[in-house]
């Protein structure tokens, strides 16, 4: 009796312990966790109360400004930026944003969905957006339709992701806050692969061998540039290349071969003369 009882016990706790590890699910990494955060108005001039970094934290279950989950801006500014700096140059997929409610029901009567509107985010290899890619501006969102939580899909590589909003041209379309530009984010995640030069949904994928600077699509792997040499959506077609003066060729052409196993990129080929020289 005994030893059947330490059977089945020893069964049981071997199901539970495996089923788990079965059922992963593939999924970028939020880059942004725990990163260094800035934002231009700190509440009060002080950025450790409800500081920039709060966005980054890991933590939105609590959208009120009380629960110390949040960024919250100074008051009365006609700009409002904030970013993380992801460390360096990383290839990212999509920006996830929860902005403040307070914890009311997100709709046209919430009071944030005025200073929501109009928010821009930003990827950029400087701190200033204007050297980086806009990736989203809202134009068109209502108090009643702008979404939050949001996905931001960015297909991008960079450095330092940049939320920004403005209240400066008076009159302000219908909706939007009078008084003034806030950041109010409880949330900003930026999801991509943690290792430059990897793509795929679990970044596992190297990129093709001859990306320029081994950067590529972090969804399809192929090439944003090639090393020198080499051409095609994932740089794996050798051009031939001529060196000009070199021994009695006067005329010399690029060639792409779309096999680099049989042609080297070392090759050259004289036209007039009608030879190779490996
Ligand atoms: C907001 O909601 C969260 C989650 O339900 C809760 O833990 C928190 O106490 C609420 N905050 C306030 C100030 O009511
Ligand atoms: C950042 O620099 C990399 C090269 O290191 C470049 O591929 C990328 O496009 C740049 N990103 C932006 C947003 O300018
Ligand atoms: C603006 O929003 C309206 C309704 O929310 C939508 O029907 C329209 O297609 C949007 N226009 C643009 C340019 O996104
Ligand atoms: C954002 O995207 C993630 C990953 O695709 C998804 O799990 C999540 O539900 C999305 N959230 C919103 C608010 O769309
Ligand atoms: C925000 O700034 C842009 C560009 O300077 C301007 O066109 C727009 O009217 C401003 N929006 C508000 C609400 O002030």
Known sequence: HKNAMTGRSVLVCCVFVVLPSISFVLAYENLALNK????????????????????????????????????????????AEWR????????????????????????????????????????SNSTNKEDG??????????????????????????RFVIYYNNRTHRPYPAGYSANGAFNELCELEVHGCPTSGFYGEDCSLPCPQNCQEGHCDIVDGTCLGC???YTGATCDTGKRFMVRGYRGCQYYRQEIYTDITKWSIQQIFCVNKNIFLL
């Open 36 to 79: 260094k955060a800035w934002q231009q108005h700190p509440y009060n001039n002080n950025d450790e109360v409800w500081g920039s970094e709060r966005a980054v934290d890991g933590r939105y279950t609590d959208l009120t400004a009380a629960g110390g989950q949040c960024v919250i801006s100074g008051v009365g500014q006609s700009t």
């Open 227 to 229: 090393v020198p040499g």
């Open 133 to 158: 890619v806009l990736c989203f501006k809202d134009t068109n969102y209502t108090r009643a339709t702008i979404p939050n939580p949001t996905n931001i899909t960015c297909i991008t590589h960079g």
């Open 84 to 123: 993380v700096d992801l460390g360096e140059v990383l290839s990212i997929h999509h920006i996830f944003i929860q902005y403040r409610t307070d914890n009311f029901t997100w709709d046209r009567n919430n009071a944030y969905t005025e200073r929501f509107l109009g928010y821009s985010v930003y990827i």
